[in-house]
């Protein structure tokens, strides 16, 4: 595999490295970010914005994409146009889940697997 091959992978896709940091591709450049320093990723028409604790990057990647390679860092799609860090949940009402003070809608269809993947003690 070629140098600009493995480059057009990084281009077109976010990849996971040895060091469990996410690598992406906006405006031009490749970007290594730290999973504990996304906030959140929200969908929009064309692009899906990942915001961080110091900057926010657009991306083309699919959000379904962005959802399997997050995962695994303790991140879930709480709504058709949100991915979160369950470490930064300060708390749950109703349909709503708050990162600090940041609201969220939680969709009807990924209530009960968010609800099953916080492992709530009654």
Not at 102 to 108: A, K, S, V
């Amino acid at each position: 595999m070629g140098v600009l091959t493995v480059y057009k992978i990084l281009e077109s896709f976010l990849v996971l490295d040895m060091r469990k940091d996410i690598f992406i591709s906006s405006q031009n450049r490749i970007i290594r970010i730290k999973p504990e320093d996304i906030v959140l990723v929200e969908a929009t028409r064309e692009y899906r914005q990942i915001k961080t604790t110091s900057k926010n990057y657009l991306v083309h990647t699919p959000i379904i994409k962005l959802e399997s390679i997050l995962y695994p860092h303790g991140f879930l799609r709480v709504h058709r146009k949100f991915i979160i860090p369950i470490s930064r949940i300060s708390h749950v009402e109703r349909k709503h889940v708050f990162l600090d003070d940041l609201e969220i809608p939680i969709g009807y269809s990924f209530y009960k697997n968010f609800l099953k993947q916080l492992d709530i003690l009654l």
